[in-house]
């Protein structure tokens, strides 16, 4: 019961974090696809996330 | 010496296991309260506690009902933390509601006249954070007198409430509504949610500090990463002609953030006094620890606590001086997109999560001061070489450098409350934690607007966008450098300080 209690918890705080992480990394793509033919005004902002 | 009486209600010594569960069985009768995970209260374990007095003294929210019952495991603890640490980590996404506050009237785009500008809805962010330090700072002694669950339903409370509220205010078009509501009432939920699990951390992990109060707050990096991309999704489901969907997303956000850290709150617990993971021995600096113990009111008078403050501003300065800008940076400096730039951004969120975790667990092998050391002076060189891999080219260089840079950031936060409990004792460490968080608080709000100036200004007097940025980072060097020298200026704490048999100072 002890073990089931704790996947369970874990898992509550683990599926959206999983979520939240796999989202940043498919953001983050782009960057690793980048080319220096891609140049862009920068005058977007983007969340800060300190 | 209110909060040493109140510990004495606590059951003492458990005989444990291994997993740091405790071995006795829980007392028959009892309730599976939410989710099952909890038990209703453990004052029938503690003969010191009349029993007539059961109900009145157990509800739900007395802090005996928080004391661990028997076959409690202590990696329940960290989930219950971190339940709430991923909620109020939100405030870290708010920015993606900002456009669309713009245009609450205007629906398609920002109406004149009628709608609010970014600098006003950028004042919820600020009100928010400038809350999050003073509640912590004010309210830290209630916490840990109240107990790690009263703390965090009230958190859930106020940010939860704030949420409600802002979604009102959104409604009827009332920024005050919203300053009110996420910013001072919302705010405060942050600090109480934000210092609540902490002590209570580092007394089922004595063995492993770090590695405990790593995880809580990894959570609270992990925030923005869940609560931006959610705020996104859902402002999309509700938009339509006449709504940006704003204020649906706040109130369903609401109601699903009080249901996850009601379950933290219905989780967590405190060990029974004098309870410790089995075959752990306290040596060296643990032992010292255990015979000492600082209260807030005299930590708050001792050097140690200025120069940590000291620590936590100047760490903070300077990692937010990258992560606030960093988009933007990156397009500045490579010339990249802005979609390159966002996945920056994003990039590094996930080290900032990762690095809480990972520095602040690795702080237990190394100690305290001498991981800061790393993270100020590794941390001043990477800063210093970012202005060359901006002028040789090196973009996959700089990107791994400000990985890193963020990574160590997130774990200046992440082990500051071990330093402190290091150095005042878990006796009233959480509010110490509370009150040192003013520092966070005010370099967030200080931190941008210094690099944003500064940038600004070059670009201003011409110099050229690629290279606008190179003095802030050298600035944000030095300041790590000021930080190293506070660090090693830390010293334990006079005995004066200690506090002796009966309370007193």
Known sequence: ?50 | MRECEERTVAPQGFPNRSDGSMRTQPPPGRLWIVFGLGNGGSDSLNPRIPRHSTPAVSSFLSPEAVVAPAGFSRWLVPPAAMAVHLCIGEVYGFSVFNEPLTRIVGITAPSAEMDWTIPQVGWIYSIALMMLGLSAAVLGKWVERRGPRCAMLASAGCFCGGLLISALGVHFHQLWLIYLGYGFIGGIGLGLGYIAPVSTLMKWFPDRPGLATGLAIMGFGGGALVGAPLGQELMGYFRSTTSTGVAETFGLMAVAYSLFMGFGAATVRVPAKGWRPEGWEARGLAATEAKFAVGVDRAWTAPQFWLLWAVLALNVTAGIGILGQASLMCQDMFGVSATVGAGFAGLLSIFNMGGRFLWSSFSDKTGRKAIYCVYFLFGAVLYALLPWTQQSGQQALFVAVTAVIISMYGGGFATIPAYLRDIFGTHQVGAIHGRLITAWSLAALVGPQLVNYLSTARKAAGVPKAEAYHPTLYLMAGLLIVGCLCNLLVRPVDTRHHLREGGAA
Do not use: C, D, E
């Not at chain 1, 939240?20 to 990394?25: A, F």
């Open chain 1, 1 to 50: 019961m002890k073990a089931v209690k704790l996947w369970f918890a874990w898992l509550l705080v683990g599926l959206p974090l999983t979520w939240g992480v796999t989202r940043s990394i498919q953001k983050a793509l782009p960057l690793f696809k980048t080319s220096q033919s891609q140049r862009a005004p920068s005058s977007t902002t983007t969340p800060p996330n300190p």
